[in-house]
């Protein structure tokens, strides 16, 4: 237990110097490629020394003076020439460590959410340079090849450096599209963690956690940010409903049908508490409003006690906000237990032509439920078996295949 | 989004092929390698392997819990799955437009699947 704890301090101590290394360095040296490799190595370097000699006494400074040696050494091996440029920078590694870890963390963030480069490898570079993860932790987070990682990460560095992007803030007026381009990455992280909860992930770094720990970053940094309180909220109100969202055998829970002893009532706490502060003090936005609709979800102690008027009130602000199939969708469900069943069906009546949803099988999940309230069991034992063959998710089949089998268990077709 | 890519192998791709020329033949398997160069290069190959000939395959069968292995089907198959590429990819589209560079898909004999994950909608 000792060896183990100690073990996971140095792991969690070297993640969280990860970015502040790197950021020290490129800000010093401009080449944010190579210092990404350098202490990548560093790092390596000390999660095999710092075990058993013990963490030094300024481990920082230490990770510092190593990642600036491995990155001279790569420069000798790349050209003579610029050996000679940089061999009277290799003596001094940057002083000014602790001049502002937090601004770095975000200018690196928002380099690794480059528009430039696509979303798996925003996800990639984010997940090594600012999360501290290995290419191997990755790959086995997003369940591929550790090399398909690797060329992500190379192929992303490849395009900074060519795009010519520097390690420094965006002006101004870029800022709110980069922001919005880096909420979107820790959203995809997020995502990404949900897509596992199979026995197979005990040995994977749990992006969840991840996810929310750089969103926590992030919103210690920019407080007064409404959307980036409102997507650390969305997180924690949405991962506190994960130990009841499925079953141990595997099998995805409905939300009107999960246990709500079972949601984390520390997390909920901490989600509404910053939702509530950004919708009284911000401006709105799109992860602030799923927030406060999960934050509603959250707050009835039991299904039947869910305020569906309030949540129809914010799907409708959401649509004309950040409209989407799925809020369209979401939207349909609200109404449905606002005005009716009936009302919900012609409502998806009236969308199911919309290109963005045809094939959908959501659209047919979410008219099965809606057939299934209205009293139609034929009917809605159809669209729930069209759904699930049309689904891409294999715990999302069994459960449209439960309820098919549920709603109408008498003769089948 | 992971898809499967699969080409086939039928008698007229099989006479086709037979027909090319050294040169021909060389140069369809540039186009191969430049695609799968292409898919490396973009992080979005997982694997791609080539399959042998079904003649090689070993049909397995369990009676009673003991394993009974035949060859597999001979020459009177017309049809058969000659290779793959598992692809990482953002979209579907992108999966197919991936696809439509293997020169089998001049001949309508690949085919694009996606695979199932295990990601839950939060219902």
Not at chain 1, 145 to 165: F, H, L, Y
Not at chain 1, 334 to 358: C, T, Y
Not at chain 2, 56 to 65: F, H, N, Y
Request: hydrophobic share 45%; proline share 5%; charged share 25%.
């Amino acid at each position: 237990m000792g060896h183990l704890s100690a073990a996971n301090e140095i792991e969690d101590l070297l993640r969280t110097l990860a970015p502040q290394v790197l950021g020290a360095l490129a800000r010093r040296y401009g080449d944010f490629d190579v210092c990404e490799d350098a202490v990548q190595e560093a790092l390596l370097a000390a999660a095999v020394q710092w075990p058993p000699d013990g963490v030094p006494a300024n481990p920082h400074g230490w990770l510092t003076v190593v990642a600036s040696r491995r990155r001279t050494e790569m420069w000798r091996r790349e050209s003579a020439r610029r050996r000679r440029e940089q061999v009277t920078f290799a003596s001094t590694a940057p002083d000014d460590e602790h001049m502002s870890a937090g601004d770095d963390s975000l200018t690196l963030l928002l380099l690794c959410c480059h528009p430039s480069l696509t979303p798996v490898s925003q996800v990639a570079l984010t997940l090594r340079a600012v999360g501290g993860l290995t290419t191997a932790e990755i790959a086995r987070a997003l369940l591929v090849p550790e090399a398909t990682v690797a060329q992500r990460i190379s192929r992303a560095k490849q395009r900074i450096k060519a795009g010519g992007a520097k390690f420094q803030m965006p002006p101004d007026a870029e800022l709110p599209d980069r922001m919005t381009a880096a909420t979107h990455v820790l959203y995809l992280v997020f995502n990404e963690g949900s897509t596992a909860s199979s026995g197979a992930s005990l040995q994977r770094v749990d992006l969840i956690a991840e996810a929310i720990r750089l969103t926590r970053q992030l919103h210690d940094r920019l407080p007064d940010d409404g959307e980036v309180a409102g997507l650390l909220a969305l997180m924690l109100l949405t991962d506190a409903r994960r130990p009841a969202r499925v079953t141990s055998d595997g099998a995805l829970v409905p939300l009107a049908e999960q246990d709500r002893e079972l949601w984390d009532a520390e997390s909920i706490a901490e989600g509404t508490r910053l939702i509530s502060r950004s919708l009284a003090t911000a401006p709105i936005g799109p992860y602030q409003l799923q927030a406060a609709l999960a934050a509603v979800h959250d707050e009835a102690a039991r299904a039947e006690h869910t305020d569906w008027k309030q949540i129809l009130g914010l799907y409708d602000l959401l649509r004309t906000l950040a409209p989407g199939p799925m809020v369209t969708l979401n939207r349909i469900v609200a109404v449905a237990m606002v005005h009716g069943p009936k009302a919900g069906l012609r409502e998806l009546a009236a969308i199911e032509r919309d290109p963005a949803l045809r094939g959908n099988h959501r659209v047919d999940a979410v008219r099965a439920h809606l057939l299934e309230m209205a009293g139609d069991a034929v009917g809605a034992r159809d669209c729930y078996r069209l759904a699930a063959r049309r689904t891409l998710s294999i715990p999302e089949r069994r459960y449209l295949e439960s309820r098919a089998a549920r709603v109408s268990p008498e003769h089948d077709i | 989004m992971k898809y499967l890519i699969l080409i086939y192998s039928n008698p007229q791709s099989r006479e086709i092929w037979n027909s090319f020329s050294r040169d021909q033949r060389a140069a369809g398997l540039r186009d191969y390698e430049a695609l799968h160069e292409s898919m490396v290069a973009s992080g979005e190959l997982i694997v791609s392997e080539a399959l042998a000939d079904p003649s090689l395959a070993k049909r397995v069968s369990a009676q009673e819990g003991r394993p009974i292995v035949t060859d597999g089907p001979y020459a009177e198959v017309k049809e058969y799955l000659a290779g793959f590429f598992l692809v990482d990819c953002a979209t579907i589209e992108r999966a197919i437009e991936q696809a439509v560079r293997i020169p089998e898909a001049a001949l309508g004999l690949v085919e694009v699947r996606p695979i199932m994950g295990l990601d839950g909608w939060d219902i």
